[in-house]
């Protein structure tokens, strides 16, 4: 069943209130839950039954209000750390990605019309969501660019992914077009995303391009193989003031994690949940490790001793041990 939940669209098993207030974690006795506006009481709340498209709010009090951890793109703001690159495409999938995953940018490829009416991926994609286009099949920054131009044309807004692949067998990215096309998309008011081969040189041109974030391959396109570029991702992290985006080759919730860790602003995946068994919690599993990645940032990750051992407890003060 699909409601929303505090003002996002959200899929829930739960068949009441009390259900959907365990399903999120909540103590019934700390909260106030709202449905198409009306207060429930707290002792209707097994029994009040919930419906498709109900609204319904959960609200509790916060010290001093809650703190948002966001981050930005240009002029545009956003709350979730997890992109969805939609490349095998499925409605379980924009689904999963947006209800389980909590995704905020979805990722299109411009196709040629298909004749005979067939469903597009825009009518499966909520509202609110920001769609994010890429240039995939151009190999030079011309093709690139008129694949954006085409794009805002259809109506998808100022977002363009700028994937340009000489290459057909490993699908490398190509820097130096990249580079081009950005110079040229930033210049007509795009909010240029560039994939990219993780080099430090390439991506200092790209920030002085006009790129609005940098994406760093993990490993090539649809491999599941993770962070085989960390050490050269880490240096972009730590010498380019924008916002990296580990994209391809993240292929399961630990890597996601590492990445977030290692201070990435967000991670890109596709492959890893359009495949997987269980693609709705798959893409939960990626959204808690996204976020688990990302505290453990924030909190400064505990030290690493490379020689011996320390103890947590000291060893001292036994009660066999004199005063």
């Known amino acids: 069943m699909n409601i929303t939940l505090n003002g996002k669209s959200y899929g829930t098993r739960a068949e009441h209130v009390a259900g959907l207030l365990r399903e999120k974690n909540h103590r019934p006795e700390l909260v106030a839950v709202e449905v198409n506006g009306e207060i429930i009481a707290k ?39 997890f992109i969805l690159g939609s490349g095998k495409y499925s409605l379980e999938l924009i689904s999963a990605a947006v209800e389980q995953a909590g995704a905020q940018i979805i990722t299109l490829a ?42 805002r044309e259809i109506g998808c807004g100022d977002f363009v992914k700028i994937e340009i692949m000489r290459d057909s067998k490993y699908l490398l990215p190509d820097n130096q077009e990249t580079i081009r096309a950005t110079e040229i998309l930033s210049k007509e008011g795009f909010v240029v995303m560039p994939y990219m081969y ?20 993990g490993a090539p396109i649809g491999s599941n193989k993770g962070l085989c570029t960390k050490e050269f991702i880490q240096i972009l992290i730590d010498e380019i003031d924008l916002p990296i985006i580990v994209d ?53 990750m505990g030290r690493v001793l490379f020689k011996g051992a320390s103890p947590s407890s000291p060893l001292t003060g036994f009660l066999r041990e004199e005063n």
């Open 43 to 81: 002792e209707s709340y097994e029994a009040y039954q919930l419906k498709e498209g109900d609204v319904v709010e959960i609200l509790t009090f916060m010290g001093g209000g809650e703190e948002k951890d966001t981050w930005r793109l240009g002029e545009h703001e956003f709350s979730s750390r």
């Open 110 to 151: 411009l196709r040629r019309a298909n004749q005979g009416g067939i469903a597009n991926i825009m009518d499966y994609i909520p509202e609110g969501v920001t769609l994010l286009p890429n240039t995939s099949g151009a190999r030079n920054a011309e093709e690139a660019v008129r694949i954006a131009r085409l794009s």
């Open 198 to 217: 993780p080099d430090l040189n390439a991506a200092r041109d790209l920030r002085d391009g006009g790129a609005a974030c940098i994406m760093p391959l």
């Open 248 to 300: 391809a080759g993240i292929g399961c919730p630990s890597q996601a994690c590492e990445a977030m860790e290692m201070g990435a602003a967000a991670v890109m995946s596709n492959t890893a949940v359009a495949t997987a068994g269980d693609i709705p919690l798959m893409a939960e599993a990626m959204r808690q490790a996204v976020e688990a990645g990302r505290k453990a940032y924030l909190a400064g």
